[in-house]
């Protein structure tokens, strides 16, 4: 049982340049996030997915696009890299209802030079 | 829209004292509240959860965290520490009508022998 994989774990890329973060999981969830996490500020949401072929913005959407067209996969792509999305990425997911917390990936670290 | 407060962005114990980490939350609905543990370089998991029912959550590794609505918080306890405790901890409020769950900005947790 894998959970929720995240690829890949370390990146770096210069700026301008775009890439996409992937994210799969196996636990038949139909809500998907991806958060960025960067010190003193916690994580905080940049996009969210209630199932395959819908998907929204969250707090800090600014540079990212996402697609959700399967229930494993939700892709987050950055179009043209900053240095300000040098971060740790994770993608998460859960199943019916918000009261049964999120499953994390073990992170994506993203450094844009 | 919902938010949370941790006080005390490093908190420092000596092994065998008691934990306590702070959490305040801002929610305009019933709140779900969330406790996660982040290890380094590893994702999130989860600690414990209070979503309705009893006011005191008991979750894994000997903590516990008490839901009091009349001040707004949740904060986490531990009787006593243990080395193995050193992390950083994030208190998180979601609710059933939300799609994303807010974090806040996280408290290390260091443990001295």
């Known amino acids: 049982n894998a959970g929720v994989t995240q690829t890949p774990k370390f990146q770096v890329l210069k700026t301008g340049q775009s890439m996409t973060l992937q994210c799969a999981q196996d636990?038949?969830?139909?809500?998907m996030s991806w958060y960025r996490q960067d010190p003193g500020m916690g994580l905080r949401l940049i996009h969210y997915?209630?199932?395959?072929?819908?998907?929204d913005q969250g707090e800090v959407p600014n540079g990212y696009n996402v697609s959700r067209s399967t229930t494993e996969d939700f892709p987050l792509r950055l179009l043209s890299a900053a240095p300000s999305q040098t971060s740790v990425y994770f993608c998460?997911?859960?199943?019916?209802?918000?009261?049964?917390?999120?499953?994390f990936g073990s992170g994506t670290r993203l450094t844009v030079v | 829209a919902q938010s949370v407060t941790q006080l005390g962005s490093h908190v420092s114990v000596s092994e065998g004292a008691l934990v306590l980490l702070r959490c305040n939350y801002s929610?305009?609905?019933?709140?779900?509240l969330f406790w996660y543990v982040q290890y380094p370089n590893q994702g999130l998991q989860l600690l414990l959860k209070?979503?309705?029912?009893?006011?005191l959550v008991k979750g894994i590794n000997g903590f516990e965290a008490e839901f009091k609505k009349s001040e707004t918080s949740f904060h986490l306890t531990k009787p006593s520490a243990h080395m193995s405790d050193a992390a950083e901890y994030f208190c998180?409020?979601?609710?059933?009508?939300?799609?994303?769950?807010?974090f806040g900005a996280g408290t290390r947790l260091t443990v001295k022998p």
């Open positions: 929610s305009s609905v019933p709140p779900y």
């Open positions: 998460a997911s859960r199943g019916q209802g918000a009261v049964t917390g999120y499953t």
């Open positions: 209070y979503t309705t029912g009893a006011t």
């Open positions: 998180a409020v979601s609710d059933y009508n939300n799609n994303d769950m807010r």
């Open positions: 636990m038949n969830h139909e809500y």
């Open positions: 997915s209630v199932g395959a072929g819908i998907t």
